[in-house]
């Protein structure tokens, strides 16, 4: 498909785990971001990749939250320690560069911790 | 820091009223301006942006949204809502310059009734 892809789409961890969650952007975007929606909240940025720039981290809201960009295509965000107030669904999105461009949405990872 | 304000965190409205949504941004520099979509069980998608131009823009589904520069506003608008329209609303804003992520506000439940 030509969507930006997520997985899983669903998962439920124990507390104190590490969890990673998967993004692949559409083809030839060079702009990737990290989003994390909680029950009632708007979307909180995360991090953002534009291309070989160094990364917007300003989001990530603590040393256990981490991503990392490969190749400037697929994209991995990583949760140490995982605490239940992490539970969000996070949501990736990629757009073309240029700050006009649309950003294009996957369907998101609900991460329970339990 | 960019930062946006939805006032209206849930809306009811009947089928055929007319509809306004508030937007309001903080940013002192050039923006550029969007309005995003999210259907019961999908994924985000763009309704409309402004990026250059004219002030008032069109996007899908009869929407519109009006840039007030002097205002710091991005109001969007329906003059006839239909059921299908039952979604929830995010308004966003990033910078021409600096900060290039989106920064999205914290949402507009709008439920049309039949």
């Known amino acids: 498909g030509a969507g930006v892809s997520q997985s899983p789409s669903n998962k439920v961890t124990e507390k104190g785990k590490d969890v990673e969650l998967r993004c692949d952007p559409i083809?030839?975007?060079?702009?990737l971001y990290w989003y994390r929606q909680s029950l009632g909240q708007g979307l909180e940025f995360l991090i953002y990749?534009?291309?070989?720039?160094?990364?917007?981290k300003s989001g990530l809201p603590s040393d256990r939250f981490s991503a990392e960009r490969t190749g400037g295509s697929v994209s991995t965000l990583t949760i140490q320690r995982t605490q239940q107030e992490d539970s969000a669904v996070y949501l990736c999105?990629?757009?073309?560069?240029?700050?006009?461009?649309?950003?294009?949405f996957g369907q998101g990872t609900r991460l329970t911790v339990v | 820091a960019q930062s946006v304000s939805q006032h209206n965190h849930h809306v009811i409205l009947s089928e055929a009223a007319s509809l306004e949504l508030g937007c309001n941004y903080s940013?002192?520099?050039?923006?550029?301006l969007f309005w995003y979509v999210q259907y019961p069980g999908q994924h985000l998608q763009l309704l409309l942006k402004?990026?250059?131009?004219?002030?008032l823009v069109k996007g899908i589904k009869g929407f519109e949204a009006e840039f007030i520069k002097s205002k710091f506003s991005f109001n969007l608008r329906k003059p006839s809502v239909q059921w299908s329209d039952t979604a929830e609303y995010f308004c966003?804003?990033?910078?021409?310059?600096?900060?290039?992520?989106?920064?999205f506000g914290s949402g507009t439940r709008l439920q049309v009734q039949p």
């Open positions: 999105a990629s757009s073309l560069a240029g700050p006009g461009a649309e950003a294009f």
């Open positions: 083809s030839g975007h060079t702009a």
């Open positions: 990749f534009q291309g070989n720039s160094a990364p917007d």
């Open positions: 940013y002192g520099g050039t923006v550029n």
């Open positions: 402004y990026f250059s131009g004219d002030p």
């Open positions: 966003a804003v990033n910078a021409n310059t600096g900060r290039r992520a989106l920064t």
